[in-house]
């Protein structure tokens, strides 16, 4: 069973023609890098165009990553393009990774009925970031001022950002991934919402299966972008392994399947902790088409966070679940599998509870992993399948769409996008801004 009883009732009247309120669903992400957000708009997209009837749209950049992995020819691709409009009618709902509207590009021109889904896929999609300025060389009296602008441009961005968040729960036009993103967003704002509204991330079930593992050898694997808070839990992990790998004597090969800015820092953990145990494979960035075969070829353990978690499950490859860290990890992190979470949990940021000191968490796992394989490969098939199958998720996601309210018209109508001064005047700087870096690039 899943952990909220919805989904299994989402599925099963599923329906075979269009709702008469949505006529095209327009998905926003315009990005050129690979990303699990880019990669979950693409694969809804293309699902429900065929399995529901929709008008299915993409937004982005002609060479980004949604433009040039879409193969589906019922999906329209639609350019984004600086300082060129896009409109997006009235019988449409736009989905969105969640943010606050008044941050939304001025090239998206929505109509009075527009509806827009904000789907929270990030902890810190609807955060402040609070980082105020070094006031270190200016005098008292400047320190004093600029400290308190700052405070109180926070103090307002807040507020207005927990009257958003609270009026588009109510509207149910707000969906969270997981537990954890909703508790983030709700304590950061102060902001209270009586029934969340929950919508895992989804991947699309294989008809490949994971056969056994190694049994001469200890074959890991990770994925996921080589960036910051992912980073420090990458080269954390691969100390660990490999001092467990020399301790027991057991060849270990650990491929690091992704890319990003921290390569290079990964790269030099490893030559630090290289021993003749224990040895790693960079792969860069896999496409879509043949990240299967190679996890299924030589990965039997996977470590991932986020959407990454899903593409070793729906295999059968039992997954180790990681959280992030902004800073270098030190204490004794404690360890756990995908399929002994609740509530569609994909991973966090770390806190004082995710350790305990002298734990032997990872090592355990393992162990027990390669004496018992085919017991925990079955149950990360069946996480995934109760908790995050494309098909089940689709379901709950176009019957909330059918149920949301959040329209352009209800908005200007409740006065929630009048922003403070200081949100409107950062929004003008950035809008200058983009013109004279489009002017510079002309």
């Not at 207005?160 to 997981?178: H, S, T, V, W």
């Not at 993103?181 to 994971?210: C, E, G, Q």
């Not at 790998?245 to 057991?250: D, I, V, Y």
Request: aromatic share 12%; glycine share 4%; charged share 25%.
């Amino acid at each position: 069973m899943s952990d909220f009883g919805e989904l299994e009732t989402a599925i099963e009247e599923r329906p075979s023609v269009i709702f008469s309120r949505v006529k095209s669903v327009w998905f926003f992400f315009p990005k050129r890098e690979v990303g699990g957000v880019q990669m979950l708009f693409l694969r809804m997209a293309e699902y429900i165009v065929d399995h529901y009837g929709y008008d299915v749209m993409l937004i982005d950049f002609p060479d980004g990553f949604m433009a040039q992995h879409s193969k589906h020819e019922k999906v329209t691709l639609i350019p984004f393009v600086e300082g060129r409009q896009i409109e997006i009618p009235s019988d449409a709902v736009l989905v969105l990774q969640s943010m606050p509207l008044w941050w939304l590009r001025e090239e998206v021109v929505l109509n009075d009925e527009t509806r827009v889904a904000l789907w929270t896929l990030f902890p810190y999609n609807m955060v402040v970031p609070v980082t105020y300025n070094n006031y270190d060389a200016v005098s008292l009296i400047k320190k004093f001022l600029k400290m308190a602008m700052d405070r109180w441009s926070v103090f307002m961005q807040k507020r207005n950002l927990k009257k958003f968040i609270e009026f588009a729960a109510a509207k149910k036009a707000i969906y969270f991934m997981d537990e954890h993103t909703l508790n983030v967003t709700l304590k950061a704002n102060s902001a209270r919402i009586d029934a969340p509204i929950f919508l895992p991330v989804p991947s699309i079930p294989s008809h490949l299966r994971k056969e056994g593992c190694d049994t001469a050898a200890l074959r890991c694997g990770w994925l996921g972008r080589l960036c910051d808070f992912k980073a420090t839990i990458l080269r954390y992990t691969l100390r660990r392994t490999a001092r467990f790998a020399f301790e027991q004597r057991l060849h270990t090969v650990f491929h690091i399947i992704g890319d990003g800015p921290e390569r290079s820092a990964v790269e030099a953990c490893v030559r630090d902790i290289s021993n003749s145990f224990f040895s790693v494979v960079f792969t860069g960035s896999i496409v879509m088409d043949e990240l299967d075969r190679y996890l299924l070829s030589n990965v039997d353990i996977l470590f991932a966070m986020g959407t990454s978690a899903l593409e070793g499950a729906r295999l059968g490859i039992p997954v180790v679940l990681t959280d992030g860290s902004y800073s270098e990890i030190a204490g004794d992190y404690v360890y756990k599998l995908l399929s002994q979470t609740q509530r569609y949990y994909l991973g966090e940021f770390i806190r004082d509870r995710h350790f305990a000191e002298g734990n032997s968490s990872l090592e355990s796992l393992l162990s027990e992993l390669r004496s018992d394989y085919a017991r925990f490969s079955q149950a990360a098939l069946d996480y995934f399948s109760c908790n995050h199958s494309l098909d089940k998720i689709a379901a709950r996601f176009i019957s909330l769409l059918e149920e949301n309210d959040l329209s352009k018209r209800v908005l200007k109508e409740s006065g929630i996008l009048t922003t403070d001064i200081f949100t409107r005047a950062l929004r003008f700087c950035l809008r200058i801004r983009r013109v004279l870096l489009q002017r510079a690039g002309a």
